[in-house]
């Protein structure tokens, strides 16, 4: 396979203020839902040492869907349970009313 000169892995290619604007715009305890339909509220907004330059957001989840317990290298960015969290680019993220979901919500069920 031929090698493409003009191919830019996305790992390492971020620039220091990828995102900054995006990110601007949440704040910590903001609800929200990231790629998925993974729901939670947002706990971090910024760079995090660790993880590829630019902007993060860390996610405490509703539910133990998530891949982080808030420690990025053995360091707390934020607090929460194993796998009740998450790191995602502030793109990757919607900030509003996204309640927690109830598995015993009868609203949508049919009787």
């Known amino acids: 396979m031929e090698h493409n000169p003009n191919f830019k892995s996305y790992l390492g290619q971020a620039s220091p203020d990828e995102q900054k604007d995006e990110a ?7 609800r929200c839902e990231a790629v998925g339909a993974k729901r939670g509220e947002v706990k971090y ?3 995090v040492t660790g993880l590829e330059k630019g902007y993060w957001v860390g996610i405490s989840l509703d ?4 891949d982080s317990n808030g420690k990025v290298k053995g360091k707390v960015i934020f607090e ?6 998450m790191f995602v680019r502030p793109n990757d ?3 509003g009313d996204y309640p ?10 049919m009787i």
């Open 24 to 30: 601007s715009k949440i704040e910590v305890g903001n």
């Open 80 to 85: 929460c349970g194993d796998k009740f969290g």
């Open 45 to 47: 907004v910024g760079k």
């Open 100 to 109: 927690e979901l109830d598995d015993f919500d009868m609203d949508d069920d």
């Open 93 to 95: 993220l919607k900030v």
């Open 63 to 66: 539910e133990p869907v998530g």
